[in-house]
Every structure is written in C-alpha cells, then in structure tokens.
C-alpha cells in the first residue's frame, strides 16, 4: 500500500451518542500531517467534543485559513460545511457566515503563523466584535510548512531545529485576548485531552468568541531539546491552573461529580462549566488578575493552563448589531430585501 | 499490570488466534501470505512442515483456526483458511525433491508403528529422515486409515491421498499391510526401541434399542459401512435411509447414501441444531444434496414385519432448561419414519483387544489407555499412543500434532533423554517496514464477504461415488479470500521508551485497540480503556512506564486490525510491525535450527 487509508470497520463496542452516531461517525479524511503532530490530537479532541456535545456534523461549520493548522479541518466531520480562507482572513469569512446563518455551530482552526502574523489584525477584531466561534489556535511556535521558521509566539531563547535562538518577543495570543475583552480565553496542551476536551465544549457553548490557545507541538521542526513548545517541555512547564468539566444542560450535576468542585458556572445556554480545581488565590472570572496571573507564570517560565477568564454571559455580534432572531438564511427573500419602495422610505429616515 | 513479557514466545502466538488454534500450529498467516505471491510451492512446503498432510487436510480438516479467526470478531465470516490450503496443495510444483532427506545410514534404532493412519505416518515423516528404521503395521492393505477407509471420496480424492501418504512411505518405511497386530506381548519381543499405538478409534457405538437385530441386513454401523462401501463390499442401499446421529460420520454416511440410490434420506438428532456435532459447513453441503435433518427425535425402536425393516419409532422430545441450567427432555409423542436402511452414527470407540492387559500398559475403566498428555506415553516406557488411540476420536490434525508430540518423545526414549525434556519453542520478530508507507504485508483491509467454494452441479455428483465435490478456488476466488487475512503474526510491537506520548497512534486506530492512561489491575484496566474490552479470552498488551509521563500503553489484542496505521503514524517508530515466526521444535531438530526444508524452493 502506498499511501494510508482508515479502514471501514469499527470496534462493535462503540458508544453512541443522543443521535445515534458514532465518535467515528465525526471523523474526516486522514490527515497528511506529519506522523505525531500535536494538530492531529486537537482534531481527535475536537471530535470527540463535537461527538459528547450531539450537535450533528451538517449542522456545523469549519472555518479556516493557510497553514498545516488550517489543513485540519479537512480531518474532522467531513458532512460539515467548511470554509478555507486565505491566509489569516478566515475571521472575516466566519464573521460573513455567521451574520447570514447563525444558527450553525461555529469552528474555527488556525495556528500561530494564521493568526499572529499574517491575520493578526483579523483577529483582533473578531474577538473585538464578539463573533460567536470557537477559536481554536493551534500554536506550536513555528512555521511548519515552511520548513520550521520561528513564528510570533515564539518564545525568546527558544532555539530552532538548527540551534539559533529566537531573539524577538512573543505574542501570547491569551494575553491578547484578554486586553481584547475576550469573554472565554483558554489555553491547554494536544498531549492533555482529559484537560482539552471539556474546554473545547465549553466553548463552543460559550455565546461569543471563545479563544482556545492550545500548544501543539511540531514533531518535525520544534519537539527538540531547545524548544519551549515541544511535548517533554510543555509537559514538565505546563502548570493546570483552572481544569474544568463541562455539564450540558440536560445532564443532571450529581452531588458525586460536584464533589471537590471549586466553582462551578452556569453558562448562557443553561450548561455548567465546574471548575474542578483552581490555583490557590486564581480567580477566573478576574480580567485583570488573570491577565496579571498569566504574565507572571511566564515570567516563571511556567505555561498557565486551563480555562483561564471566563465571563459567562459572553459578547455576541447579533445582539450588539439586534439582528433578528431567524438566521438571515432563513428570512424570506421578500423581508430580507424588501424592494425599492421599503429603501426610499428608509432613506428618507435618513434626509 | 506488570509490562507484557513479548520475548515469551507464547505471547504474540496467543495474538495469531488461527495458529494457536490449531493443533500442530500451522503458520496460516504467512502461508496465506505466500498463496497470495502465487508462491504454491512455499506454500504448501510451510504446511507440510507442520500439517504434513496440507491437501488432505486442504478438504477434509475439522479447522479449529476458523472458528478462531480474528476475521469474525470483526467483520463477516472467518477467513476461508482450509480452502485456501488445498489451493497450495492443488497448484504446487513437484515437491518430491525437497523433502526431507533420509539418510542411508541407519542410526540403529527400530520403531513399530500400530496402524497407518495419520499419527503413524507423522511419526514416521519426523523419524526417518533421523535414520530411524520404521515398520508399520497396518491391517488393511493400503496406508492412509481413516482417512482411505471412512472419508468417501467425494470428499477426498484417492490421488491426493495416495501422494501425501506416498511421500512418507517413499521415505523407505517398512510398510507391512495386512499385518494386523493382534499381540502386543508379542510384538514388545521383536526387539524394537519404542512402540508407537495409532489405531484409531475404529469401533463403532452400538445402539442397543428393541429390534436392533430383527433385520441386520439393513441396520448398519457407520463407519463400517462407510468402509465396506469403500472396499467395495457395499454398492447399493435402500431408497428410504435413516442416519441415526448427527456427528461428521453421520454427514458422509448419509452424502454416500445419497450416491448409492437412496433417495429419501433423513438424519435423525437427539437434540436440536445448536448442539449437533457435525461442522457447519458439512451440514450444509448434506442439506444442498436434498438430505433432511430432522431435530429433536430419540430413536425407540426399530419396526420389522416379516423379517424386513419398514420404518423406525422414535420420540419427539422437547428440551427445557431447568433452574439449575441443565437440559432436560420430555416426550411429546411417539412418531414412526418409514426406513429401508437405517445407519447408526453415534459415536466411535476404541478398541484394544489386542493390547494384554498385564504387559505393564494400564487401562482406565472405560478401556483407555493411561496416556501422558504431554508425552504421549503409556505407562510403560517406550510405548507410546497418539491420534484417536490415546484420548478417542478427535480429527486428523490432532493426530498429526500428537504425532509430532510422540516422535519427540521416541526420539528422546531412544537417546537416553528423559521423554519429559520437550525442546522449548523459539521465535523471530523481525521489522516488516520498507520504506515510508510501505510494509513487506498487505495491510490494506478488504472487506470483502468470505469466498464460498463452488461446487459440482449435483446431476454429475451424483453419478460416480468419486466425484469430487467441492472444485477448489480458482485465481479470482484465490486472490479475493487471501486479501481477507488480516496478518495477525504481523505484530504491533511496541518500544516504550521512544514513546512521545503524542496520542498519534491512539487517535488513528480504527477500532479503538490502544489507550494510554495510569496503569493499573487488568481487571481495572479493562474498563477504562477507549473501547471496552470485554473479550477475556484475548490478552491485554501492556508496555512499560512511558519516559514523560510514566502512564502505560495498554493494547487490547482482540479486534486488531494489524493494520500498522499505529506505526505509520508513529514519528519515533516506537510502534513498529513486526513479523513474527513461531519456531517449533520436532524430533531431533531443536527450534531455531535452519528448517531441513527449503522454503525459497525453486522448481528445478
């Protein structure tokens, strides 16, 4: 065989979930990624996610832009809509979805390079204007497709492949969406699912933008012994500051499962994000103190982890624009564009 | 759980669940694998080094590997294993060359075989090419035993019979035909080095109901008949046959009923289908020849007017469970079948009239030899029993691996070793990766349904006794089933201290075989794996701590695909397939010792 193909069959044991599907019934093509790409454990994540959710794969939309993080969406639930972008610009493609139909489930992959460099300012704004997206930053400090140049979120004295170390700043795309107004920032680890998975279902219940910064490592150009963003050294720097679970609505919290729970936090829609623990003195619902929390870890050198700011009733671009509750798809043509004379008379609102 | 020890060659044979099935451990993987190549020769020589019979056993095996098959724990029928033997056997090269060499040189030691069926020709295919000298005594007048006189050959043809059991005889063995033993007092005076018993179970059971010998004509013992069918002393019988019994003997009975001008026939259980001895597929193959099988009848007694069979009585039971579990019948009523012959097929017994009882041989009190299960010796030594003699009727294959278990003890006996010191088995494991995306296997899955066997239309089967039935697979057929195999021996073989943890191998399996988590009990462990595993009769893997987090990987061998996507998408090569060869030990020849066959055998 010459090139790799999943085959069909499927352990007989699977669970299913409330529809009736199989976790591999959310899978898409094989990845080409380099075997033992951290982005390959995010998609298993985000299927998994998708999956214990129940949100039906043609009732979601992956959006992307360039980049081997950007491939990913091809993996996953291969019956979802998708929409690769040009590079660093798939905020505004998503932000176009979302205005016309925003009863999809939004998701959005990217890496360091899609969305610290080239898409910054898309970014930016996307959370500015409180898109209604699970973000999903694939970060592993590189730029893998092109052969392992440090990326933005590079960190200082980091070396590459070849030895030179990095002398530039980094962006910290948490630090940056908290100073954004960002209602749900995370960040967590592709070798950790027990801590990603409930993260990426918090978010996507989350009612607006929901940043997951998630270190990914490249087993090609970054996993060596003087990276910062390699398995071993996340693995040995990576400090859980708030791991959470996530109860939807429907599913009862029993006293067992509350049982040692810091905190929990009832969500827009109803479910509960429990923080199962949080660092002595971490409070995640403080901007400021997370803000400062994070930026001292680093300088610790350690990797602050875990649902780190959550403001539980979110920013949403329909709400602040108060766009009608039907999806723009489905409001009869003849409202959604009235004609001629309904313009006139608008205009004259305006003379 | 303590890391898995897979240096111990019984673990990753445990994994290849048709060659641990089988009795005398046939490697089906890799001569399936060599099928696939259109290597026939290789093929059949694999067999052979094991089987020593592969195209009789190609028609006529019990195949304990199918019933075992990983295939059918995961999707459809079991690999077609047994056919696809035969397939080696029928396109083979002449082989004659490069079997094993038997020297001119004796080395002075002198072996009885008892009867020349398959135990005894193992023994004797495994001794000579030693230098031993072999006499077989056989009471019929051509080798083979029940495989010659009770498989009709419908089903077995004589040609590929007599080549199998040729290469053996050839091998220069004292064939002595016709010489029944009828006392082993006195053949222990002949001076031989060791004795070895393999006559078979050839006593038919009895069925003792009212009128059994009203009319004997017409009331025959399976295997009897069978035989005197064989040696032509039967031709012709009744057009209304009743098979009494529903066991192997019961199917040819009643296929050769059929053949010789019954038209009507009926096998008659005890219980219903579940519990019915016969193989699946012989049922099958009886019920396509239009013979009925009727369920849930006790014969009662057979019914004679004037001296003639006319028909049998039977009670119909029905079979209830009682609270503690076991089965229990009832009459509902009695029921006569109108019979001209009735075929008892019940059971088979052995017999050892011959053998004194105060020769230092013990007996049980049903009659059965004391036999060491590992040894094969009676308790006096030098005197040994295999194939149905030792334990009652079993199959061919059995015969052959207690074969091969008593030619090494024979062996030992006659070295002054004691027969107790069995050589241990070895292994290879070797990397079957060849560069990226590409194995030495096929290991792309093909789900493809299992290839059913043509057969003879039934207007030409029924005109000679010996047309064969089943007309083997052609090259399509071939190519399709081999691709079904899912190359068990091709391990997963793990090196935990490259593991990265990166979950690559985990997230790809498709039918969720690895889970890396804390370790923990093997009870324990089985619940929280990332499928259950829930088949306790397939081993968990379990590796060593792994370097970053000091979890363990855990394998549930059950449904794996042996696909290698595992270590395809491995980037450290922690994964690796390996093939695995299980090295057996035979007579004289220690595991791991270069194979006296060559297996890149060229034609000359």
Known sequence: MTSIAKPPVRHPGLQKNALGLTRRDYEGAMSTLCAGCGHDSVTSALITAFWEMDIPPHRAAKMSGIGCSSKTTAYFMRQSHGFNAVHGRMPSVATGANAANRSLTYVGISGDGDSLSIGLGQLCHAIRRGLRLLYVLENNGVYGLTKGQFSASADVGSTAKRGEPNLQPPIDPVLLALSLGAT???????GDKDELIPILKAGLAHNGFALVDVISPCVSFNDHEGSTKSY???????????????IPLRREITAQSAEGTAMSVTMHDGSTVRFRRVKEGYDPTDRDAAYAYV???????????????LDERGFEMHASNRTVSTPLVDVPFASLCPGRAALDELMEEFR | MQPTNVSDPKYYHRVVDCQWACPAHTNVPEYIRLIAQGRYTESYLLNRETNVFPGILGRTCDRPCEPACRRSRVEGKPVAICRLKRVAADHKDEVQAMLPAVPAKKNGKRVALIGAGPSSLTVANDLMPLGYEVSLFEKHERAGG?????????????????????????????????????????????????????SGAPKGKELDVPGRWDAPSQIHIGIEWLANVHFGHVESIGKRVLIIGVGNTAMDCCRTSRRLGGTDIKVVARRSRPYFKASPWELEDAEEEGVQIVENHAPK??????GVLVAMEFERLEWTTDASGKQRSSVIETVAIPADAVILAIGQENAFPWIERDIGIDFDQQGMPKVDRGTMQSSRPGV????????????IIWAVAHGHEAAISIHNHCQGIPVEDRPPQGMTLASSKMGMHAWSYSNDYSPAARTSMTHAELSTR??????????????????????????????THFTANLCIECDACVDVCPVNCLTITANGD??????????????????????????QTSRIMVKDEDLCLHCGLCAERCPTAAWDMRRFDLLQPYAGRPAGSARSLPLAAVSA
Do not use: K
């Open chain 2, 522 to 547: 093997e009870v324990d462990l089985r619940t929280r794996l990332s499928a259950p595993a829930e088949n306790l009769t397939q081993a968990l893997y379990a590796s060593a701590e792994l370097p």
């Open chain 1, 184 to 190: 749900f920032v995370a960040r967590s680890f592709s």
């Open chain 1, 232 to 246: 071993r050294y996340t693995r040995e720097h990576a400090e859980e500051v708030a791991p959470v679970d996530f």
């Open chain 2, 384 to 395: 040994f029993f295999g194939g149905d003699a030792a334990w009652g009727p079993e199959n």
């Open chain 2, 301 to 306: 007694r057979f019914v004679t007017e004037n």
């Open chain 2, 146 to 198: 029940l495989m010659r006189v009770n498989i009709p050959s419908f089903r077995l043809p004589e040609s590929v019979l007599d080549e199998e059991v040729g290469y053996i005889l050839n091998m220069g063995v004292d064939a002595r035909f016709g010489t029944p033993v009828e006392s082993m007092r006195r053949l222990l005076t002949e001076g031989f080095d060791a004795v070895f018993v393999g």
């Open chain 2, 462 to 491: 029924f005109s000679t006794l010996s047309v064969e039935v089943e007309l083997g697979f052609d090259a399509e057929q071939t190519a399709r089933e081999v691709e079904r195999c899912l190359n068990c021996d091709i391990q």
């Open chain 1, 295 to 309: 930026r001292h870890a680093q300088e610790r050198g350690e990797i602050a982890t875990g649902l780190l700011y």
